[in-house]
Structures are given as structure tokens and as C-alpha cells.
């Protein structure tokens, strides 16, 4: 009886975690491509929104160029707060709330620089073209 229910709220919590996950992409029309890289005094600025995943999940980025990697949370109390970037031995907790800035080196063409939650469930890539 007990493993009946625990497979019942599973399902409850596995469908509504799908429709929230799906009203949310609904609601959030894709950002233009590049919209959240922007180039600084010479440095690029990368910004990443982390709060129950990443967003942008894709960015494309300049090769070659030394790179702050911003990544913003507001409210963020999931585990997307638990970031590793393990191309350049990065982990963190973030604020729950703020700005974090992760110094990337210039990165080679074709580089694919990927930042992944503690679980392994959300990730985000950034492309160096
Ligand atoms: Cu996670």
C-alpha cells in the first residue's frame, strides 16, 4: 500500500513538473541568438540566468577572447545553484539572489565550454566560434 502511494506522488510530482516545465517555455519565447553576449572594454560578458535550469541553454560566443561568464540569480533556491564547469575545474554555490562572475580564459574555435547543476539535471553549453 505504502509503495502504491509513494508511486502515485512520483507520478503527481513527475507530470507536474512537466507541465511547469512546459508552461515555462511556453511563457518565455527563446531570447535571440548572441542577445546575452555582449563585449565590454575589450573583455566579453556571457550572462546566464540560473534559477530552475539555465537560460540561455545555448550560447554562441567569440573564440579567442578573454571572457567573464555572469551568471544571475534571483530567488534561486533549486539545485542550479550548485554550478560546476568542469573544462576549467569550476564549482560554486551561488547567492541565492545576485550576480556571480566566472573569469573564463580565451577559448579555442570550436570549443564547447559546458556548466552543469550538482545532479547532473540542468545544463547550460557556450560555443566558441
Ligand atoms: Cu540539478
Known amino acids: 500500500m505504502k509503495s502504491v502511494l509513494l508511486g502515485m506522488l512520483i507520478a503527481v510530482i513527475a507530470i507536474g513538473g ?3 516545465l512546459f ?3 511556453g511563457s518565455q519565447p527563446a531570447a535571440p541568438a548572441g542577445s546575452n553576449v555582449a563585449v565590454v572594454e575589450g573583455k566579453q560578458v556571457v550572462t546566464i540566468n540560473a534559477k530552475g535550469g539555465y537560460a540561455p541553454r545555448v550560447t554562441v560566443a567569440k573564440a579567442g577572447m578573454a571572457t567573464d561568464l555572469k551568471i544571475v540569480t534571483r530567488g534561486t533556491f ?10 576549467i575545474g569550476y564549482r560554486t554555490n ?12 580565451p577559448q579555442k574555435t570550436g ?14 553549453s557556450i ?3
Open 111 to 124: 570549443t564547447k565550454l559546458q556548466g552543469v547543476c550538482s545532479m547532473g539535471m540542468y545544463n547550460f
Open 23 to 25: 508552461s515555462r517555455a
Open 78 to 87: 533549486d539545485c542550479s545553484s550548485a554550478l560546476t564547469i568542469p573544462s
Open 127 to 129: 560555443a566558441f566560434e
Open 18 to 20: 512537466g507541465i511547469f
Open 94 to 105: 551561488l547567492p541565492p539572489s545576485g550576480e556571480t562572475v566566472v573569469e573564463v580564459p
